[in-house]
């Protein structure tokens, strides 16, 4: 923490971008109480209403959520269903312990496995257990879930649960500053898709908070100023007066081709991590779909059939009216482990047997996925992209694999067509070596490229400011790709959230490059960043 003439600033980091000026207000969760025990019997009986009034209280505020929102809920409802889950309260209160104590004591021992998995997507869940353990505990001691009362703009909480998150109205608060959190948790993927600011890793933010005071949330920067300095307020004004006029200006652009100051045409795709968000983002604003992470169709730790991913394609491309739809390949391990995919225990999962090279050990996966996606390549220009590659054999394997799979269809006389193959460039020693590969687009993956060039972990919050993306050495790697692209004559895009970020734009078209994946969130604000530009 700094601190100048009674300003303190509190550094975390940003889990959703955005400026706030208000008041910021503590949120202290109130103490448990314990309930007086019966005999287990009816201990049992408490728990199990207590379980379903819970399921009812989920299933209601799942009805007025959008889609993200409900699936949050439907995971906590499915934990409330789960035997292995509850089977040792019910034998905590066979034991003689009370239905809440029983409860408690369980959880609280999963919410410490969960939080000290090696993996973030474990990591994330344990949030939502703790909002099911504080849900079911309420309803044990006879409270209805406590309704957040707070006279002020930008909560202060350690934690926030995402159901609590969903029963706030954002139309009254208007940002959030968590102690503990992660940009990857659930919470923050609420707050980015509802545009509320987030900054989390704020740790001792709630002991320098005693009382509502005013403040600023700088998400932008990973900031919360408690008690402002009238030069920090001027300061703000002037750069939130900025963001209003660029978010009017970004909207009147949206719905036009992306262009240069000097009139040079750049392609903006967008990525559908989630394709039902689609639903929302009318076509004509983008030029095609630059990347599907289908990862993210395996969420629920189940594999969907060929069918059913090919379903899901068909979808896209149907969505796209004759816009190229890229899909990439599985991209399981590091910081998306899907349980009996990825594999356990590896010493360094960002390093080991994540993306193709985890595809190419299963190839019965693989195949099923390139059979569904051959498939919907027979609708439109769908596009497959290889995650993760290192060298060029793996592009040929894949290659391989999708050959034998065209040769099936055509013997089984299904409707299909050879997609064209892509890579990410990712790993540097593909950026480095990108002639070498047989294929027929690039896309610039710099999330990983980062990463991999800086040595920082994507998912280490102390190594954050280190994995810059101005770094010459990151611009330097994708610079060569496109330069290589262009001798080769194959396309190139980047669909790493560097092209999602304004403020990269003109860096990213620098280095030459004219087609661009980004959030559909950013659609608006990239246009005109690439307006801005030359
Ligand atoms: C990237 O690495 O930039 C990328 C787009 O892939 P992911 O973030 O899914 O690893
Ligand atoms: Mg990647």
Partial sequence: MTETSGERILEGVCAADGLVVGRAVPLVSSAHVHRAAGSPGEERGVLVQAIAHASEQLDKLAQSQDEMGAEILEFQTALLEDEDLLAPVYAAVETGLPADQAWMRVIDGEIVEYREGEDDYFRARADDLLDLRDRVLSVLQGKEPARIELDGDIIVARDLTPSR???LDWSVYRGAALCGGSPTSHVAILARARGIPLVVGLEDALETLQEACPAVLDAESGRLILGPTPGTLEEIAGRLHARKADDAAARSLIGEAAATARGEHVEILINADDPRVLAEVPVAQCDGIGLTRTEFLFSDGMLPDAQKQYEVYRDLVTWAEGRPVI???????????IPGVTVDDESNPFLGLRGV??????????????????????LGPLK???PMVTVPEEVD?????????LSELAAEGV????????????VPAAALTAERFKVDFFSIGSNDLIQYTTACARDNPAVTRLANPKNPAVLELIRRTVEAAARMGVEVSLCG???????????????GLRRLSVAPAQVGRVKLAVRRYG
């Fill in 397 to 405: 394997a894949v290659r391989a694999l999708l050959n034998a799979v």
């Fill in 497 to 511: 959230d560097m092209a999602s970020d304004p403020e990269r734009i003109p860096d990213l078209l620098d280095c």
């Fill in 384 to 386: 497959i992209m290889i």
């Fill in 357 to 378: 090279r985890l595809s190419l050990i299963t190839p019965e996966v693989l195949k099923q996925q390139l059979r569904a996606l051959a498939r919907a390549a027979a």
């Fill in 327 to 337: 899909i990439r390949t599985l991209d399981a391990g590091g910081d998306k482990p």
């Fill in 415 to 426: 409707a299909h067509a050879r997609p064209q193959i892509g890579m990410m460039v990712e």
């Fill in 165 to 167: 998150f969903l029963e």
